[in-house]
């Protein structure tokens, strides 16, 4: 092994690329949390989700506002869908800075 991969870690890049995996392997995803008192209910989170994992809660947060909240989770405050792929467009298209994506 070459001095510049001494101290690589390969088996992190191994749980970022799932094409590494063998069949037995279980791909974790991602997890998505959603600030829901930032979330101003523009809904371009769940128009922009391409799993369409995204909908508003039936809930107010403090601005009296309904939420945005993962579409399998009773309670919206954070989840990892089992679908959800980390694409993090969810995050990246939201005014507010509200959801953070992690994977």
């Known amino acids: 092994m070459d001095a510049e ?3 690589f870690d390969l088996s992190a890049f191994i749980r970022v690329h ?8 279980q791909i974790i995803m ?5 600030n829901k008192d930032r979330c101003k ?8 989700c391409p ?5 508003m809660s039936d809930d107010l947060n403090l601005r009296g506002i309904h939420y945005a909240c993962m579409r399998d989770e009773a309670a919206c405050p954070g ?10 467009i969810c ?3 939201c005014p507010d800075v509200a959801i953070e994506v992690f994977k």
């Open 5 to 7: 991969w001494a101290g």
């Open 18 to 25: 799932p094409r590494f995996l063998s069949e037995n392997a």
């Open 30 to 34: 991602a997890t998505i949390i959603i």
């Open 41 to 48: 209910a523009c809904g371009f989170c769940i128009q922009f």
């Open 51 to 55: 799993k369409q994992l995204l909908l």
């Open 79 to 88: 989840a990892t869908a089992k679908e959800c792929t980390g694409c993090a």
């Open 91 to 93: 995050g990246l298209v």
